[in-house]
Nanobody, 124 residues
Framework: QVQLVESGGGLVQTGGSLRLSCAASGRTFSTYTMGWFRQAPGKEREFVAA????????NYADSVKGRFTISRDNAKNTVYLQMRSLKPEDTAVYYC?????????????????WGQGTQVTVSS
C-alpha cells in the first residue's frame, strides 16, 4: 500500500508560482508512475501531469503545458509539481496519485492511490 501526502498549496496572485510536493510512503515508490490531478468546485477531477517511474517521460494536460513541470526524486520518495504563470482558472484542489503503469498515463481510473489534496487559489 502507498500513502501520499501533498503539501505546498496556498494563495497566490495571477502570474505567480507555487511548488507542490507529494511525499510517498512505501519502498516501491520508484516503480510507480506518479500523477497530479485537480478538481475545481462543481467540476470533475481532471488530469494535470504525470511522470513515469524513472522520470524520463512526462505527460501534461494542454492547459498547463509550458507552465507546469512535474519531477520526482526517488531517493526522497517525493514527486513535485512546479507551477508558474498561474491563472485564476488553475484554482482547484490538487491531488497526487500513483499508478502501476509503465507510462505516464492520463487515465484517472489507472491510479490506485490518492492523497488528500492541497488547495491552490489564484487571485485575479
Amino acid at each position: 500500500q502507498v500513502q501520499l501526502v501533498e503539501s505546498g498549496g496556498g494563495l497566490v496572485q495571477t502570474g505567480g508560482s507555487l511548488r507542490l510536493s507529494c511525499a510517498a510512503s512505501g519502498r516501491t515508490f520508484s516503480t510507480y508512475t506518479m500523477g497530479w490531478f485537480r478538481q475545481a468546485p462543481g467540476k470533475e477531477r481532471e488530469f494535470v501531469a504525470a511522470i513515469n517511474w524513472s522520470g524520463s517521460t512526462t505527460n501534461y494536460a494542454d492547459s498547463v503545458k509550458g507552465r507546469f513541470t512535474i519531477s520526482r526524486d526517488n531517493a526522497k520518495n517525493t514527486v513535485y509539481l512546479q507551477m508558474r504563470s498561474l491563472k485564476p482558472e488553475d484554482t482547484a484542489v490538487y491531488y497526487c496519485a500513483s499508478a502501476r503503469s509503465g507510462i505516464p498515463t492520463i487515465i484517472k481510473s489507472r491510479y490506485d492511490y490518492w492523497g488528500q489534496g492541497t488547495q491552490v487559489t489564484v487571485s485575479s
